[in-house]
């Protein structure tokens, strides 16, 4: 079976990190959200005289969050149509929710729920000063708002969003990702993916 994987959670919690380091044992096509809208958001941002690195603002959530994710979930129909394991890397928060979402993403591949197994791993921290760290070390002028606006950002590290897809509770993995992303750690998480 193709596997489509979601890495979700917060930001901060490492999920890139983890799915790249899967994704050196597992062939995917890794679709990181960030990096396949990232620069058209920016610019649009800049053209309506807005901070090109907020992602918070009611601007960005109503004209430009859904064609981020819409571009990158049309990435991933096309990847999946052609027979590729897909990685999703962003926090996919409403769609998670929404029960239709990923069963539109498959029948718009072509592919039916027998031949796409669908996982999720939930990236959590228990630390919340470790995400703190983690944002600043990585350096990325979108984070600049959340460590400016720290006390009123979402900084739940260990949030669990709603998941309302059909799919087995058992293909659905909270992972924390405190400490060492240790051989063992990655392992387990490639056992859970292959299981």
């Known amino acids: 079976m193709q596997k489509l994987v979601f890495f979700v959670g917060v930001a901060g919690t490492g999920k890139t990190t983890v799915a790249e380091k899967i994704a050196e044992t ?4 890794f679709l990181d959200r960030d990096t396949v809208g990232g620069r058209f958001v920016e610019r649009f941002l800049e053209m309506n005289d807005l901070d090109p690195n907020d992602r918070d603002s009611d601007f960005y959530k109503k004209n430009l969050r859904d064609l981020e994710y819409d571009t990158t979930k049309d990435i991933c129909i096309e990847n999946l149509r052609v027979g590729q394991n897909v990685f999703m890397i962003s926090p996919f928060t409403a769609e998670l929710k929404n029960k239709q979402w990923i069963e539109d993403v498959i029948a718009a591949s072509g592919k039916t729920n027998k031949e796409v197994e669908v996982k999720v791993v939930v990236v959590t921290l228990d630390d919340i000063e470790q995400q703190r760290k983690r944002i600043e070390e990585r350096g990325t002028v979108r984070d600049t708002w959340k460590l400016d606006n720290w006390d ?8 669990v969003p709603t998941i309302n897809w059909d799919i087995p509770q058992d293909d659905i993995h909270v992972f924390d990702n405190s400490g060492d992303l240790t051989e063992e750690k990655v392992q387990g998480l490639i056992s859970f993916i292959n299981s």
């Open 152 to 159: 009123s950002y979402e900084t739940r590290v260990d949030f």
């Open 26 to 29: 597992i062939p995917c096509a």
